[in-house]
């Protein structure tokens, strides 16, 4: 299941990098902020194991958006582990 969440938020950020991009895209910088934001309200259990880096020209235009998945380490240690103790 995470899988195929995790693909989804990759290509939402993918349609984010396009849009600055093509001509009439969304590049200001505040805009493209909203963008992730939505994203990462819609995917809250999968934004977390990801560094989105957001680029831009010193002028409120973004020039490129790139992301970055956390080491395993980290996704294992945030995704919590359960242990049951039975006496059986």
């Known amino acids: 299941m995470n899988g195929k969440l995790s693909q989804r938020f990759e290509e939402r950020i993918q349609n984010i990098n396009e849009g600055i991009i093509t001509k009439g895209g969304t590049k200001r910088l505040e805009k493209v902020y909203e963008r992730i934001g939505r994203i990462k309200?819609?995917?809250?259990s999968i934004h977390k194991y990801y560094d989105i880096v957001v680029e831009d020209n010193?002028?409120?235009m973004a020039t490129r958006?790139?992301?970055k998945?956390?080491?395993s380490e980290d996704a294992i240690r945030e995704a919590g582990v359960?242990?049951?103790?039975?006496s059986l």
């Not at 309200?41 to 809250?44: C, D, S």
């Not at 359960?82 to 039975?86: N, P």
């Open 69 to 71: 998945r956390k080491p």
């Open 65 to 67: 958006v790139s992301h």
């Open 58 to 60: 010193g002028h409120g």
């Open 41 to 44: 309200q819609k995917y809250p």
């Open 82 to 86: 359960y242990f049951l103790r039975t």
